[in-house]
């Protein structure tokens, strides 16, 4: 098994609708990142966390980081055509941040 | 606009040719990334330059070779390539904890060069 999972791998959902995207990690974490990315196109960083229980908000994307520090949430409430694309999660396994390891990614279709 | 541009955005190559890509940073960072997408596979690490002194190489093949001739600029050499290293390369660049006196320091990213090898 991937030692950082994403799940789901792709998810449909119709616009106005919530939906959780998850990422697992086989160790702790120093550090849990949030990525966009359009296909063919580089990635847009959305939300770092680093403390078990931390949560952050950006407009109606929230992500969380358990207790543990082994698995993060992103939620995206009332989602909308513009939320489409695909969801990736990097995790800082060193404490240095700079070898960052990416989970495979959650591919989002928002339909209207 | 991340403040990281790459070019060029597209580029298709023989396996004999040589070609270089090219990243700059326009964020005042001092450590800059290369990383490999292909299809199907999660992102890659390849290099990472600090300070301009490579401190990173992940197993990557001598095809590749990375130049950091300043902070703000990295290049990736190809010669030699083969057909598997077709993917979209993207580059990243942040600024490093040891200076900034934080440990978690967030890489952005350019918009990546798409790179067919024919």
């Known amino acids: 098994s991937q030692e950082l999972e994403q799940s789901p791998q792709s998810l449909i959902v119709q616009e106005g609708k919530n939906l959780t995207i998850n990422c697992t990690s086989s160790k702790t974490l120093y550090g849990l990142y949030w990525y966009k990315q359009k296909y063919g196109e580089g990635l847009i960083f959305l939300m770092m966390l680093q403390k078990g229980g931390e949560e952050k908000s950006h407009e109606k994307i929230t992500a969380k980081l358990d207790e543990k520090k082994q698995q993060s949430s992103l939620h995206i409430t009332a989602s909308q055509p513009s939320h489409a694309g695909i969801y990736l999660c990097?995790?800082?396994?060193?404490?240095?941040?700079?070898?960052?390891?990416f989970g495979s990614g959650t591919q989002l279709t928002v339909l209207p | 606009e991340t403040g990281v541009t790459q070019t060029p955005r597209h580029l298709v190559m023989g396996m004999t040719n040589k070609k270089s890509l090219k990243c700059e940073q326009h964020l005042g960072h001092n450590a800059m990334y290369w990383y490999k997408q292909s299809a199907k596979k999660p992102l890659e690490l390849m290099f990472v330059y600090n300070f301009k002194e490579q401190t990173e190489n992940n197993s990557v093949p001598s095809r590749f070779s990375p130049e950091c001739p300043n902070s703000s600029h990295l290049f990736l050499h190809l010669h030699t390539l083969q057909p598997e290293d077709s993917a979209l390369y993207l580059c990243a660049s942040s600024q490093d904890g040891a200076t900034s006196g934080r440990v978690q320091e967030t890489q952005y990213f350019g918009p990546g060069t798409r790179l067919l090898v024919l």
């Open positions: 990097g995790a800082d396994w060193s404490g240095s941040a700079r070898q960052l390891t």
